[in-house]
């Protein structure tokens, strides 16, 4: 994202993000902290050097609670790790926090609205500040923006997606005959699967992108815990080949359906037909379906984003929260 | 749309539209006029019956320009046929006048955008007011509102799609062996084809629609004769067949790439491929691919609508208005 901050060329309707801002804090990689704005160019060719941070003023490094508690900023940007096992901490904590300061909150961390949407919505409202999350799921494509902006009077009923990578690219490798550990391997080494990949395996990171959105698009109050959930260990080559030979295709789907506090939702195995535009999603590519009462049936596809998209995401917050 | 606003339990987040609509004007069906407000249930009913609307307190029916200049109203929501031969008329007119007066414009008529996009633009933001139009392409899916919400700081570098419904659906008839004459006849009873289609079958309605997104989305002044044109009308069983043969489908694809002044625009046959999601869009359906500089690749679809839809856009544009 710095790439992006640090160059003012690339993004248009702000002259530049350097001298704004004015804390960058790592969990285990340093902290950069200038009351008076941090140099993005050298803090990025810094930790292309060094992998860590290491402020130049000899300031001790503060932890990220310590600097959303003590630092005077206009706007906070969660960036840390899922931390599913521990339910969204410490990224709920930061959140609330900042919210709780009368500060705005950007997210790419979608455990804050999975496991604390409405507590933290609610705080922003009765602070007067913004809660944004564009950044959780697909990326930067906009579908959080598109229902806030674009779909004023109508209902969303139903949401549907493919929102996990790593699971899709192993079916998808599993159908041209290459191994589930091969598979794997393969994943890992482009970058998309965790060194740990049970989370996406499992299920469990659709389960928290399908609780991230029905929190906001169905006014849900769901939790990633009560999500049904099935995952692709136990899939072989024999089962997908199996559903290719129906001209079907194997696809792990996240949906969730209702409204308000009747809204529930799955994760698990489904054969797509040919037809659907879910059977053409490959790679990093993800897709959702929202169903509305007015607005029809709208599919939305990210196809093959590279990291860039995910920091566009925070960007586009940041510039709708204005200078 | 009347069907719609009627009922104030479909739209959420607004009480009713009812005594907010104060004239009906039409080409040829009558007027209804009332400043204090009409009965929009009593109208509809009229409609319905009678074909047309008769004004109960005997007032002489006004023309729509009389309407647009001499009544006092919030927002002009303009509704007449595109008007392709006559460059849009009389549709220009009626948003120039009433921008002019200081009156915010909802158009689901594309031909402003086409032919006037950057003029009207100009004049919309002298006056102060706003000139929406999420209805004039792609019904009620806010592609509009997407790229305006959702795409800050990004830039649309290229727009693809099938924005034409009748065209699609006499390809997809061709390839199941249905001669040109019975596809078309069935479109037009089905009700998305014209009486006279050759606007659609010469692709001008593709040509309008492609304007209207590229002058929006790409800041282009582009104007509906000048895109470089192809329909349908040669296109046979045989030629359709071959380039089934090589697992592809022949789909009328709009696209405009560039930014500004240097926007070109085509409409035309391609040969699409069975992984591209074009190749999926089948009877009312379509679909819109946005390539952008920061926001990745994002293409839009939107399934079977019916002509709820397309009232619905003109609803969503008159709700980010506000009361």
Chains 1, 2 share one sequence.
Not at 27 to 41: N, Q, S
Not at 311 to 318: E, H, N, P, R
Request: glycine share 10%; net charge negative; with cysteine.
């Amino acid at each position: 994202m710095a790439e992006i901050l640090a160059s003012r060329a690339r993004v248009h309707g702000i002259a530049s993000f350097d001298g704004a801002v004015i804390g960058i804090v790592t969990g285990g990689h340093g902290a950069l902290v200038r009351e008076d704005g941090i140099d993005l160019a050298a803090a990025l060719a810094q930790w292309r050097e060094h992998g860590r941070f290491v402020a130049e003023d000899g300031r001790a490094p503060m932890t990220a609670l310590e600097a959303v508690r003590g630092l005077d900023y206009d706007v906070m940007v969660e960036l840390t790790p899922l931390g599913r096992p521990v339910r969204g901490a410490p990224a709920i904590a930061h959140v609330r926090e900042a919210l709780a300061r009368r500060r705005h909150v950007v997210t790419a961390n979608k455990a804050p609205l999975a496991w604390a949407g409405r507590e933290l919505f609610a705080l922003a409202r009765a602070n007067g500040v913004e809660f944004l999350h564009e950044a959780t799921v697909m990326d930067g494509v906009p579908v959080f923006n598109l229902a806030r902006h674009g779909l004023r009077g109508a209902t969303v009923t139903r949401i549907q997606g493919i929102l996990n990578s790593t699971t899709n690219a192993i079916l998808s490798a599993l159908e041209a005959g290459v191994s589930f550990e091969d598979a794997l391997a393969r994943a890992q080494r482009e970058g998309y699967a965790e060194a740990d990949p049970s989370d996406d395996l499992e299920g469990w990171d659709a389960a928290v992108k399908v609780c991230a959105l029905a929190n906001v698009l169905l006014d849900a109050d769901l939790r990633p815990e009560s999500v049904a959930r099935e995952g692709i260990d136990g899939v072989d080559a024999a089962r997908v080949a199996g559903v290719l030979s129906r001209d079907r295709r194997l696809k792990l789907v996240a949906e969730a359906w209702g409204r308000g506090p009747s809204v529930q939702a799955r994760v698990g195995l489904r054969e797509v037909p040919r037809t659907d535009p879910f059977a053409l999603v490959e790679g990093t590519s993800s897709i959702l379906r929202l169903v509305t009462d007015l607005a029809g049936t709208i599919v939305i596809t990210e196809e093959h984003p590279d990291i860039r998209v995910t920091a566009y995401g925070v960007i586009s917050d940041l510039l709708a929260i204005g200078p």
